[in-house]
Nanobody, 120 residues
Framework: QVQLVESGGGLVQAGGSLKLSCAAS????????MGWYRQAPGKQRELVAL???????NYADSVKGRFTISRDNAKNTVYLQMSSLKPEDTAVYYC??????????????WGQGTQVTVSS
């Protein structure tokens, strides 16, 4: 019932910035908890950041102070602003919503992912 489409990935040098977008196709976007995850080669997918419908956020320790998650409910879009990028940030970044976090069931939705590559 929720379609998620990420965009904005690319190649950037260490220390640079990149902003990812996730467009959500749903009529209840404003009440959903949205997340960004990433998966680097050979590693497990990990949670990067979460944002509630009201704008409360949580971040992985590895990105605190460098990444900012935000949302525009009028546009049904969640963003991940990434700054001071490091080579270890290289991964496929996925947009996510877990209905359990929103109290709306047990279904988890994922976007297709967008590649972020940080060169040293």
């Amino acid at each position: 019932q929720v379609q998620l489409v990420e965009s904005g990935g690319g190649l950037v040098q260490a220390g640079g910035s990149l902003k990812l977008s996730c467009a959500a196709s749903t009529r209840i976007f404003s009440i959903l908890v949205m997340g960004w995850y990433r998966q680097a080669p050979g590693k497990q997918r990990e949670l990067v950041a979460l944002i509630t419908g009201g704008g409360s956020t949580n971040y992985a320790d590895s990105v605190k102070g460098r990444f900012t998650i935000s949302r525009d409910n009028a546009k049904n879009t969640v963003y991940l602003q990434m700054s001071s990028l490091k080579p270890e940030d290289t991964a496929v970044y996925y947009c996510n919503t877990d209905m359990a976090r929103s109290g709306l069931g047990r279904v988890v939705y994922w976007g297709q992912g967008t590649q972020v590559t940080v060169s040293s």
